[in-house]
């Protein structure tokens, strides 16, 4: 029988798997649970993971973690992924609070003009990647004011980015240059203290989120 993380059938493993499938497939990911041999990669060797998703050239492996596996340690899946590029080991606990997205309520448009003024006060002080992190929170703000709903799931920025363009808030250029920064925040969210955004990466996303509050008037206090 093949090794796997797989843990015996439960509610909340069900739960889970229904859960993550979801979140994949809303972002564009093809998603199989209990995956054949046959669709899986050879470095992966015995090791079967509870589903996968794929999109593009990224693949992310998911295993449902809820004790300790007797077939193989956490550690020892891991090592499998070591250096490679096009797939990453997603590891979940099956009926965890961290399942549960957050529910986000909108911004104020007057509150998000007051933290722009202050992204820009960080910029000209020279805080170019605090700025260009906490933009990137304001661009989804932007969004989630813009909406009619009263709450919101967190989202991921390449879907702030296509709800932005889908819904007319930005052109397509700017929908191109956004999306050409997605991996900038990526790589500084996950600690490459090698990457170095430009002041214009900034801009770039400030002015989108400009755009997308141009048509809400200021509010006065």
Partial sequence: ?????????????TETLK??????????????THPRSA??????????PDAIARRGGLNVAIALKAGPSPRRTLAGIRKLFDG?????????????DAQRPAAIAPADPFEIRKSLREMRDLLSGGHVRSAFVMSWSLLEAALRSAGDPKTFEPLTPGTVVQAL?????????????LRGLIDVRKRIMHGDLRVEPSPSDVAIILSAIEDVLGAQPPKET
């Fill in 1 to 13: 029988m093949a090794a796997s993380a797989r843990l015996s059938t439960t509610e909340a493993e």
């Fill in 39 to 48: 669709e899986l990669p050879t470095f992966l060797g015995s090791y079967v």
């Fill in 19 to 32: 859960s993550l499938r979801a979140r994949f497939e809303g972002e564009g990911f093809a998603f199989t």
């Fill in 165 to 177: 363009a889908m819904n007319g808030l930005v052109d397509a250029e700017t929908e191109g240059r």
């Fill in 84 to 96: 490679r590029r096009d797939w990453k080991l997603h590891v979940v606990i099956p009926g965890s």
